[in-house]
């Protein structure tokens, strides 16, 4: 299959890139790389990894170029688009908003009119556990009622949502929504709180835990995630309008206290922590149902906590190793 994976230096980006690489696909990469905010290095490090691949091209380029994003699309000739590249993280300051909206909101509208033009085959898309916001009952099922979000993010991630379905609609787009819980692993996000908290415990500074260490969260490992990408890409969905939400989550929830003793032990060392108190814009618990995404494609998240933070901790101290 020939794929676009817009986002492809992110973190999910380069993990799924990489997967559908080795089965043989062909790959069109787009990333805005240095013109997005974050760690550059690592996403240039990501990238460099999958630079000799056969079957990969890198495009550099920024999905709110209206323009250039259509370019793009028709050149690449895709069959399948896998639309990662976002503003992420929930605690956006308030003087971004705007450009979470611009590559959240704008930028997604600019790639499902490339998908319409291009006649994509199946559009999967990153929305986000955010979406569920406070007030639904756990664990989330995808019907649960998705309109209180705490945060900024979330609500672009629902507005992403709504669109694909009114654009599924429209046009008979196939389109699948992913709702990622909690993503860590190998080339993980500096700004998410596993590589945050090995980042301290490593150099024995204070690990900052928000709330009282009973938050929870469904950590899910990335190669899950990646294999949950590549099961639903494959399968595009058949109803009216051809458009579906999935959550990818563990579906084991666990509370960050205890996130941080599964750390502890595979790093060898004691954590300082320091508590310090939650935020408005987090939720207190995620916790995905997972049934419909194994009734979908049958596949079940398969790498434990326990195993995840092991394969977490192996990455880092190469990494620390080669990066100091
Ligand atoms: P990431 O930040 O590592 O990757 C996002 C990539 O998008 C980056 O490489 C960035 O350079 C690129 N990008 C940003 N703005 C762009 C633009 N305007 N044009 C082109 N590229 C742009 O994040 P990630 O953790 O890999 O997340 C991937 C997707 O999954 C995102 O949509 C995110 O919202 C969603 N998601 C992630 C998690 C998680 O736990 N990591 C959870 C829920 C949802």
Known sequence: MRVLVTGAAGFIGAHVCERLLAR?????GLDALDAAPGDVALRRSRLQRLSGARGFTFLSGDITGAARLGETFTAARPEGVVHLAARVGV???DAEAPAYADTNVTGFVRVLEACREAKVAHLVYASSSSVYGAATPAPFR??????????LYGATKRANELMAHAYSHL???PASGLRFFTVYGPWGRPDMAPLLFLRALSRGEPLRLHGDGRMRRDFTFV?????????????????SPPHRLLNVGHG???ALGDFVGLLERHWGAKA???SVPAQPAEMASTWADTSRLEAETGFRPRVSVDEGVARLVAWYREWMGTHR
Request: hydrophobic letters at 35%; proline letters at 14%; aromatic letters at 0%.
């Open 24 to 28: 043989g696909d062909t790959v069109v």
């Open 91 to 93: 605690r956006a300051p």
């Open 142 to 151: 995808e019907d649960a009622p998705v309109d209180q979000p705490l945060n």
């Open 171 to 173: 046009h008979q787009l």
């Open 223 to 239: 190669d899950d995630v990646a294999e949950a990408v590549l099961r639903v890409l494959d399968r595009p969905p058949t109803g």
């Open 252 to 254: 084991e929830p666990v």
């Open 272 to 274: 300082r922590v320091t």
